[in-house]
């Protein structure tokens, strides 16, 4: 069973992660999903915002999406992939 607090937490820590690179709909779109507990839609739509938007992503960022995976069991490696890189130091 998934610790629903940790995860929360995960989301959290996440959105703060990326709000200098999501715009405010993007963030309420993932938060939303959130709110409701639509924990794998709500990761599925956070790494599509990136893909689709040829955003790029910290290394933090990408350790968090990690975690999140693992914890809800999903296979978004190859998506995952296809987000491109900050240099590290970047914020």
């Known amino acids: 069973m998934v610790d629903i607090t940790l995860v929360d ?5 996440l959105l703060a992660a990326s709000k200098p690179y999501l715009t405010i709909a993007e963030l309420e779109e993932v938060q ?9 839609v709500a990761l599925e739509t956070f ?4 893909v689709d938007g040829g955003k790029s992503a910290t ?3 990408f350790s968090i999406i990690t975690r999140l995976t693992g914890m809800l069991q999903m296979q ?4 995952i992939s ?3 890189r900050l ?3 970047s914020v």
Do not use: M, S
Request: glycine share 6%; no cysteine.
């Open 32 to 40: 939303e999903l959130v709110n409701q507990a639509e924990y794998p």
């Open 9 to 13: 937490g995960l989301f959290v820590e």
């Open 87 to 89: 240099p590290p130091g």
């Open 82 to 84: 296809r987000i491109p």
């Open 59 to 61: 290394q933090h960022v």
């Open 47 to 50: 790494v599509h915002i990136f």
């Open 76 to 79: 978004l490696d190859d998506t």
